[in-house]
């Protein structure tokens, strides 16, 4: 099974620092995580996709369809973080 957590910086660096402490309890986290369906495809993302896809002209700033909503559509496996997400609405 493959597992994608949000886990605070803190907590992390912590475990980096010192993977034995026992002072972190994992079990909340984990039980939080999305589970990543089996036989999934690569996880890449959309905006670098259509950036390079408009770099080489495959599709233009006002295509207004066609390959660029098949992108905007595909099925989402893992949502974007907050940061992207405002990114991609601007």
Known sequence: MKLVINIPDFIYEA???NPDC????LNHIVAQGTVLPQGHGDLIDRKELKEV???NEWITNTDGGGLEDIIDTAPTVIKADEENENEDNN
């Open 15 to 17: 475990l980096k620092e």
């Open 22 to 25: 026992g002072t972190v309890n």
């Open 53 to 55: 896809l408009k770099e």
